[in-house]
Each structure stands twice: as C-alpha cells, then as structure tokens.
C-alpha cells in the first residue's frame, strides 16, 4: 500500500467514524396517552396507600381498645377475687367449747384458709372478735372473748401472719348470734368472728 493509498484510507475511516459519534439520537416523542396515565396511577397509587394507612390506624385503634378491655377484665376479676376472699373471710365463724378458748380442728382449718387470703391479698387486715355466750360474769365473759380473739390471732401469726395485719376485740356476751338462753343458742354465741379493717 503507498502512501497515498493509506491517507485516503485514514480519512474515510475518520469520517465514518465521526458520521457514527455524530449520529443524532432519537427522542421519544412524548405520549399525551401515557402521560395521563401515569397521572392515573400516580392518583390510584396515592389512594391506595391512604386506604392502607386508615386501615392501619382502624387496627391499631382495634389494638388499643383490646388492650384496654383487657385490662378492665383483669382489674374486674381482681377486684372479684379481693371480694370473694373477703365474703369468705367475713362468713368465717370459729366456735368455742363452754368456757374454753382451745381451737378445735375446723376452727384451725378456718384459720388456715384464712390465712392463704391474706398472703393472696397483701392490704388484707382484719379485726378479730372474741363472743361469749351469756353464762358468768360481764367482766369474765369480756376476758374470755378476749382470749378467744387472742386464740385465733395467735394461730394466724403461726401460720406467718404479720401481727400489724390482726388486731383484736372482745365482746363478751354484748352481741349474741342467738339471743335466746339454750344450749343451742349458747354454742352458737361461743365464738371468734372477723372483719376486715379498712
């Protein structure tokens, strides 16, 4: 190849490889058509992210008021077991032989289920009440209720009771259960009875 051959040769090559970097690039014409429905979509896209957060703000509501009743519930059964420890607390009875003080077998298994409430319930505090039936004197028979009350206190404290929880009280022959002068009513009227301290 001599020399002018290859100067030709150089400048076509040249030129189509300007011709190739030159090229102009076509531009999309723009579509009306898809312009609108980018729109429309922008638009649908938009509604359908806020029925999203309306759905998500409904079930986080739904998520608190079922937290809430929940806790109502739990609060509601609380307080019912307080209160059924307490009516059974107050129906409790412990009877006494005639002149006597000793705790019989189911005056300790009162005592015991009594207990078991108020290591449940912590701000239980009760007061315990010493009865007599209307045999001997005023003054014995406050005595006597007093150490019947004591009685039962004592057990309680021996069951792990804390003592600043008890207190107690006699009342002799003052408040009978049956007023009437028999055996069957002084049995009933020989007894320890207890009430919550508010």
Aim: net charge negative.
């Amino acid at each position: 190849m001599n020399k002018k051959t290859f100067l030709i040769t150089a400048v076509l090559l040249l030129a189509f490889i300007l011709s190739m970097g030159c090229a102009k690039k076509e531009v999309a014409p723009t579509d009306p058509a898809r312009a609108e429905i980018s729109a429309e979509e922008r638009a649908r896209l938009a509604e359908e992210q806020r029925r999203k957060d309306m759905e998500r703000q409904a079930l986080e509501e739904r998520r608190l008021q079922e937290e809430r009743l929940a806790r109502e519930r739990e609060m509601d059964q609380a307080e019912k077991r307080v209160q059924d420890a307490v009516d059974e607390i107050l129906a409790s009875r412990i009877h006494f032989d005639f002149d006597s003080y000793e705790l019989k077998p189911e005056a300790r298994s009162s005592l015991q289920k009594i207990s078991e409430h108020m290591k449940r319930f912590r701000d239980l505090r009760l007061v315990i009440e010493g009865h007599c039936d209307e045999r001997g004197t005023a003054e014995y028979n406050l005595a006597l209720g007093e150490r019947r009350a004591r009685a039962a206190y004592e057990f309680l404290i021996l069951l792990g009771i804390e003592s600043n929880r008890l207190q107690i009280i006699s009342y002799g022959e003052e408040r009978p259960l049956d007023p009437r002068s028999n055996e069957t009513a002084w049995a009933q009227n020989r007894r320890a009875e207890f009430k919550i301290l508010q």
